[in-house]
């Protein structure tokens, strides 16, 4: 999928990195000229996810081993940013876990994981890259939330808890921070054709004809297609959208399903 937004000259930082949905945005944020730091806390993932983002554009991504849970790791990250490019304009706050398990069963450990990775992660992560955008004239901050952020799902107590914490945080971040030019949105990804869906599908632990047919559009999302929306967020076309949770599911949320 191409796109038509620009963002050369403009520095971006990109959670969760090395796989998935984050790769897939730190792919369409180089394809449109933005320089990159790759954060993960997978260290061969982002070895990887780099090499292959740098044949794109060559020296133009820098990896970034840690994880969002740890304060010192995500301010060292985002002084990266500014050194490399001399600021930091857009954020794509994307790392999270899943955590999914019958809520009389769910253990504490996994909820507090849950909590520390999906909300605290994504707070301290939006926090520290809204001190430098603040310093340095404004920015835009993409979290990562969900369809299940909005509507709920059994045994998915940790996640849509977390997730529709992300949702909220993201209002209160967006109107607190307007004054300083900084936008704060959300991108609520429904399914999404990853490399760990198709595992699922293969392993028999998804079924896949039953999500497309309970997909309105009749098909499961790219990740091309959420890292699209994700750089509407983070470009000048949305200019005047913030606090704003863009749920990208196909129709999933908006049907009643019986």
Do not use: H
Not at 38 to 57: Q, T
Not at 124 to 133: E, I, K, S
């Amino acid at each position: 999928m191409t796109t038509s937004f620009d963002f050369t000259g403009r520095t971006a930082l990109v959670t969760g990195a090395a796989s998935g949905l984050g790769l897939a945005m730190a792919r369409a944020l180089s394809k449109s000229g933005a320089r990159l730091v790759l954060f993960d806390l997978d260290g061969d993932g982002l070895a990887k996810a780099a090499a292959e983002l740098n044949l794109i554009r060559p020296d133009s991504m820098t990896p970034f081993t840690g994880s969002i849970t740890d304060q010192s790791a995500v301010k060292a990250a985002c002084d990266l940013a500014v050194e490399l490019g001399g600021g930091l304009d857009i954020v794509m706050n994307n790392a999270g876990i899943a955590g999914n398990a019958p809520s009389l069963d769910l253990e504490e450990s996994v909820w507090r994981n849950a909590v520390d990775v999906n909300l605290t992660g994504t707070f301290l992560m939006a926090q520290a890259a809204g001190r430098v955008m603040a310093a340095n004239g404004g920015g835009s901050i993409i979290n990562t939330a969900s369809m299940y952020g909005v509507v709920a799902a059994p045994e998915r107590a940790a996640y849509c808890a977390t997730k529709a914490a992300v949702v909220a945080l993201t209002k209160v971040l967006a109107i607190e921070w307007a004054d300083r030019n900084i936008r704060v949105n959300a991108i609520g990804p429904g399914y999404v054709r990853t490399a760990l869906t198709e595992t699922l599908v293969e392993q028999g632990r998804l079924d896949l004809d039953a999500l497309n047919a309970r997909v309105p559009a009749g098909r499961l999302g790219t990740p091309e297609e959420i890292a699209t929306a994700a750089l509407f967020l983070a470009s000048d076309a949305s200019a005047y959208v913030t606090g704003q949770t863009l749920v990208a599911d196909g129709g999933w949320s908006s049907y009643s399903y019986l």
